[in-house]
């Protein structure tokens, strides 16, 4: 069940939205996005949060960042409001850009063989690209294994996601 309260950031612009809805627009049912109001932020500047209407702990955040590897951050910081100042509920790193993931503790620390991937050994001189990845749990490759894409990052318009398409 999503929390309810009112969207607030460290600023915003956006392209699709006026600067007043710019942060909303981040928020499920809303079109647009957020984009924070630095162009080269340094790390721990750009922030979107959430006012909540009842005091509460959060346990997940289900986000997507843009597929644009320079509009998004491998690493992500929850944080909390104490009373007096911001303290740090769970650090998230290797966050894929435009993926939508929910980060949680199981991201955090997921239990053993809750993560695959496959690793690039060589030095493409134009950078890795796969058209299709699938995996599976049997050796005729008939079992399937299904969850949430991850990278080590992507170019836009190259987002994990779309090696998993299905379009072999």
């Known amino acids: 069940t999503p929390l309810e309260g009112t969207g607030f950031a460290s600023g915003q612009a956006s392209a699709s939205t006026s600067p007043e809805m710019a942060t909303a627009a981040a928020f499920p049912g809303d079109e647009g996005e957020w984009q924070s109001s630095c162009s080269e932020c340094e790390a721990g500047v750009a922030w979107i949060g959430l006012i909540l209407t009842t005091p509460q702990e959060v346990a997940c955040v289900d986000i997507q960042q843009s597929s644009d590897q320079l509009h998004s951050s491998a690493k992500i910081q929850l944080e909390r409001w104490d009373g007096t100042s911001w303290e740090v509920s769970r650090a998230f790193e290797g966050v894929s850009a435009g993926e939508r993931v929910r980060l949680n503790a199981a991201w955090q620390q997921p239990r053993a063989r809750m993560r ?49 398409d299905g379009n072999m």
């Open 116 to 164: 695959t991937r496959v690793l690039s050994l060589s030095s493409p001189v134009h950078g890795w690209r796969v058209t299709e990845l699938r995996f599976f749990a049997s050796i005729e490759c008939t079992f399937e294994v299904l969850g949430v894409a991850i990278s080590s990052g992507s170019e836009k318009d190259f987002a994990p996601r779309r090696a998993f």
